[in-house]
């Protein structure tokens, strides 16, 4: 994400996050070499992506010197290895219990999520509108939803998504599309059929919604 911010606006991040009790104007334009003003101008930026906020006052020789300090956002905004550390509980599950209790304990995972989503309030909606609710959480989520992705023939929303949260950990452990499919299918009282999967090589992963009521067995994967 600091890529995204510019290369200067990151050196701001980075001397925040090693002087976490905040820093003043006058301390950024000398780590940095830039003028106060052109200090005040990437400040008034990032404030505005809410990276950085003002803090406490400092007493000085003459007026109080303002601190500023991240945000929650500004300290999420560096990378973080959640990927590795997944990796690394995934492979410890898969000596204890192997791949299929992996899987299996995935999509219990997946269909206590749902559950704790559908509090949001799906009750009395029928299956259309249950996945159309599902894509907006999957875009909560952080997933890219084609919001022009067609109806099947019944006229049920089929849901494309060009990105996978979790591509790095499936691409090593497919069993993890288990969560995925139990979210899906525990949310919206279907039967869910993987249409394609990028995992797989396929450009989207693309899911189904069947009418026909979810069974233990009843999430397909067919690609």
């Given at each position: 994400?600091t890529?995204m911010?510019?290369?200067r606006?990151r050196?701001?991040?980075?001397?925040?996050?090693?002087?976490?009790?905040g820093l003043?104007?006058d301390?950024f334009?000398?780590a940095l070499?830039i003028?106060?003003?052109?200090?005040r101008?990437?400040?008034a930026?990032?404030?505005?992506?809410?990276?950085?906020?003002k803090?406490?006052?400092?007493?000085s020789g003459?007026?109080?010197?303002?601190?500023?300090?991240?945000?929650?956002?500004?300290?999420?905004?560096?990378?973080?290895?959640y990927?590795?550390?997944?990796?690394l509980?995934?492979g410890?599950?898969?000596?204890?219990?192997?791949?299929?209790?992996?899987?299996?304990?995935?999509?219990?995972m997946?269909?206590n999520?749902?559950?704790?989503?559908?509090?949001s309030?799906?009750?009395?909606?029928?299956?259309?509108?249950?996945?159309?609710?599902?894509?907006?959480?999957?875009e909560e989520?952080?997933?890219?939803?084609?919001?022009?992705?067609p109806?099947?023939i019944?006229?049920?929303p089929?849901?494309e998504?060009d990105?996978?949260v979790?591509?790095?950990?499936?691409?090593k452990?497919?069993?993890v599309?288990r969560?995925?499919?139990a979210?899906?299918?525990?949310?919206?009282d279907?039967?869910?059929?993987?249409?394609?999967?990028?995992?797989?090589g396929?450009n989207?992963?693309?899911?189904r919604?069947?009418?026909?009521?979810?069974?233990p067995?009843?999430?397909d994967s067919?690609?």
């Open positions: 994400m890529d911010i510019g290369v606006h050196e701001f991040l980075e001397l925040l996050i090693k002087n976490k009790t003043t104007v301390n334009s000398k070499g003028t106060r003003t052109a200090v101008q990437h400040l930026t990032l404030e505005a992506n809410t990276l950085v906020t803090s406490i006052t400092r007493p003459g007026r109080p010197e303002q601190l500023y300090v991240l945000t929650d956002k500004g300290s999420s905004s560096f990378p973080r290895q990927s590795w550390f997944a990796q509980l995934i410890m599950l898969e000596q204890e219990a192997g791949q299929e209790g992996v899987g299996e304990r995935l999509a219990a997946g269909e999520v749902a559950k704790q989503l559908r509090a309030g799906t009750a009395g909606e029928d299956l259309p509108a249950k996945v159309q609710h599902l894509a907006v959480l999957m989520l952080g997933y890219r939803v084609n919001p022009n992705a109806a099947d019944k006229g049920i089929i849901i998504a990105n996978c979790f591509h790095d950990l499936a691409s452990h497919p069993q599309c969560f995925d499919l979210l899906l299918s525990t949310f919206t279907s039967k869910v059929v993987h249409e394609a999967c990028m995992v797989k396929a989207v992963c693309r899911f919604f069947d009418t026909e009521a979810p069974s067995i009843s999430v067919t690609q």
